[in-house]
């Protein structure tokens, strides 16, 4: 197995822990390892060392167990929109996830999501990728970040614009090469079918079919290119996901990495500076690398 550079290993308990905090109950799995292994004599900075948070939030943790035991892991009430659905419907939407899609009046054996993205990825005569656009913005993006307390908090300047720059993004999830293309113009249909048949152009593989997953915005299924999406359906297709289903997307993880790495906590004069501040990680990520197979690998 090839040594991980300390880039890598970064990268990949960023995703890690991105991962962990993605729902209720992988926070609360999160701050049950972390009583547990105070309980087992571990002191707060060690298990803060070993998770990824502070030892003031495990302190956090172990004084909200001692107070109400395990209801004290639990989230609490997050401000937000409220839920469309009623309990009932939640119910009746949960019950019908738990059975077959043939009792609820589909023609399928399993619902989309994960496990039809899983048998894809083990698919071996297929190619897959995943596409999706993003715009990097000038204004940058701030995020917390630990200073000593001894030390004045730093400011971080903030551009007062709304400018951005536009890509679109394609990554090969078993190798993480990336491809990028800045559209001519806005995205639409004409900027979509130009990177499509892009891709398809450097994805061509004679022993493979080329899938790409991509999400449901209009240009993507534009008539203006479908007679061409039928043209080349023997090798290269479109796996369109479910609506509203962004975190199926492995290239979302992508673009939330380039923020971090790149544009978070920064000032940006110019959209010129923007580009040349990711400039270097996506030349990078053209090639073959480590970090982005591992970012974006469906188990």
């Known amino acids: 197995m090839k040594a991980l550079t300390i880039s890598d290993k970064e990268n990949m308990i960023m995703a890690l822990q ?3 905090r993605r729902n209720d109950a992988s926070r609360y799995d999160h701050r049950l390892h972390g009583v547990l292994l105070v309980a087992q004599g571990m002191t707060c900075p060690q298990v803060g060392g070993v998770l990824g948070d502070s030892p003031r939030t495990v302190v956090n943790w172990v004084q909200r167990f001692e107070a109400h035991g395990l209801a004290g892991l639990t989230e609490g009430q997050r401000v937000g929109r409220p839920s469309r659905l009623t309990d009932k419907q939640l119910m009746a939407v949960e019950r019908a996830l738990r059975s077959s899609p043939v009792k609820c009046g589909l023609a399928t054996q399993m619902w989309d999501g994960p496990k039809k993205l899983r048998l894809l990825a083990r698919n071996n005569e297929i190619d897959l990728w995943a596409m999706d656009e993003v715009h990097f913005q000038q204004h940058g993006s ?18 007062p614009t709304r400018k951005s720059i536009s890509f679109f993004g394609a990554v090969r999830l078993k190798t993480g090469k990336l491809v990028m293309s800045q559209p001519k113009g806005m995205f639409d249909a004409v900027t979509c079918w130009d990177f499509l048949r892009k891709l398809e152009r450097r994805s061509r593989r004679a022993d493979r079919q080329t899938v790409v997953i991509i999400d449901n915005a209009r240009y993507h299924h534009a008539n ?3 007679a061409w999406r039928q043209d080349v359906a023997d090798h290269f297709r479109l796996y ?5 289903s962004p975190e199926l997307n492995p290239i979302e993880r992508v673009w939330k990495l380039i923020r971090r790495r790149c544009l978070h906590n920064r000032y940006f004069a110019t959209l010129d500076d923007v580009v040349e501040a990711i400039d270097p990680t996506l030349r990078a990520w053209a090639r073959p690398n480590i970090t982005l197979q591992r ?3 469906i188990l």
Do not use: K, T
């Not at 917390?144 to 001894?150: F, G, I």
């Not at 369109?240 to 509203?244: A, D």
């Open 18 to 20: 991105d991962e962990i």
């Open 295 to 297: 970012l974006c690998g």
């Open 240 to 244: 369109f996901l479910p609506p509203y």
């Open 142 to 159: 701030r995020c917390r970040m630990w200073v000593p307390p001894e030390i004045s908090d730093p400011i971080c300047l903030h551009a």
């Open 224 to 226: 203006l290119h479908e």
